[in-house]
Every structure is written in C-alpha cells, then in structure tokens.
Antibody, heavy 122, light 110 residues
Framework: VQLVESGGGLVQPGGSLRLSCAAS????????MSWVRQAPGKGLEWVSD????????YYADSVKGRFTISRDNSKDTLYLQMNSLRAEDTAIYYC????????????????WGQGTSVTASS | QSVLTQPPSVSAAPRQKVTISCSGS????????VSWYQQLPGTAPKLLIY???KRPSGIPDRFSGSKSGTSATLGITGLQTGDEADYYC???????????FGTGTKVTVL
C-alpha cells in the first residue's frame, strides 16, 4: 500500500500548481482521500477531502474557492488544483487515505504519502 | 487557529508514562471519532489510534487512547527515546463540515 505525491515546486504568488498523488496496493475507488499540509515549523492543517466516487468534496475555509480536489479512479490518482496561491500556502502537502471506506465524514487517515513541497514566493 | 487544543509539550524519563490531552467541543470530539498521529522529525505522520481507542496493527499496546465528552487523551507508557516526536489529535467537525487537527504536542524523553 503506497501513496506517492508529485507536482510540488516554486511558484510566484497568484500562480497555480497541480499536485498529484498516485495510489497503489489497495482498491482506490473504495476509499475517501484527503490532502493535509504543514507549513514550515508549524502543525498539521487539514486541507480537503473527497469521497470514493468523487461526488462529495469538502475544503478548509483557508483554501475554499482557490483549491479544487479531484480524483481519477481509472488512474488510481488523487489531485489538488491550487490557484491564486499565496505565501501562506507554502507548506509540505501530504495526501492520505481515509481508513473508513468511501465516506468523507470519517476522519482517520491510515496511509500517508511522503509529501511534496510547495513554495509560493517571488 | 485550530479548534482542538493540546499542550505544547510534555516530557518524562525513559520507562515512565505521559498523557496528552486534546480538548474540543460538541461539534467535533463530542460527536465524532478521534484519531491520533505520531510525526517523527522529518517524516510523514503515522496513525497511532483510531475510533478513539483502537490501535492499527503494528502499533504497540504502550499507546492507548480514550475519550470523555469533548476531550480525548493519548497515553504512552514505557516511554522510549524513539517516542520523541510530535503528536496530533484529529477529528471531523460537523458544524464546520471540515476536518480538524489539534495544535500538536512535542514529547521529550528526558
């Protein structure tokens, strides 16, 4: 069971970036997925959840209207489209598999990726 | 600013016990399952406890979780140097329709 993030990098404030998370070793469509971020020297911050089907999505207020979570169950891949990036979005972004099946209201995350670094700076 | 409050740090000698509290409200801890995560320096978080008090396979029984009302507690017995890490609680907040993590607690083995 493995999650591998990619797509991070340096972007100017106001720019866009799309993160990907490739899943393997489990039935991807059967599980809700999450994005969690951690700013340098700070704690964990939940960013977004998507249900197993992709039909239900939830966002933190700090990213609502700017970030979009999606998934392609045919490719076993989770995405996070990040637009209008701000300096405060600078963080390591982790994707995580929910432990409770396809539903989003269950919080526990049992598998985590290694993270991908995003820096929004001029 | 997190809606779940944890002490910034706790410490104890090897082989001793520490407890970490996580305080919330009826919209989060009071009505949803709590999970706990360990983050060793420079690594991704790892699930320690789910559904308030269950341990995933491979997590030693030195780690335990409990919940009462709007608070949850993580206990670590037989403290080891390898337990030095940051620990976070987390749950769903039904009012916010959002996930929430605690502020995090750094465990130091003296």
């Amino acid at each position: 069971v493995q999650l591998v993030e990619s797509g991070g990098g340096l972007v100017q404030p106001g720019g866009s970036l799309r993160l990907s998370c490739a899943a393997s070793g489990f039935t991807f469509s059967s599980y809700a997925m999450s994005w969690v971020r951690q700013a340098p020297g700070k704690g964990l911050e939940w960013v977004s959840d998507v249900s197993g089907s992709g039909g239900s999505r939830y966002y933190a207020d700090s990213v609502k209207g700017r970030f979009t979570i999606s998934r392609d169950n045919s490719k076993d891949t989770l995405y996070l489209q990040m637009n209008s990036l701000r300096a405060e979005d600078t963080a390591i972004y982790y994707c995580a598999k929910k432990a409770g099946g396809a539903r989003v209201f269950y919080f526990a995350m049992d598998i985590w990726g290694q993270g991908t670094s995003v820096t929004a700076s001029s | 600013q997190s809606v779940l409050t944890q002490p910034p740090s706790v410490s104890a000698a090897p082989r001793q016990k520490v407890t970490i509290s996580c305080s919330g409200s009826s919209s989060n801890i009071g009505n949803n399952y709590v999970s706990w995560y360990q983050q060793l320096p420079g690594t991704a978080p790892k699930l320690l406890i789910y559904d308030n008090n269950k341990r995933p396979s491979g997590i030693p029984d030195r780690f335990s979780g409990s919940k009462s009302g709007t608070s949850a507690t993580l206990g670590i017995t037989g403290l080891q140097t390898g337990d030095e890490a940051d620990y976070y609680c987390g749950t769903w907040d039904s009012s916010l329709s959002a996930g929430v993590f605690g502020t995090g607690t750094k465990v130091t083995v003296l």
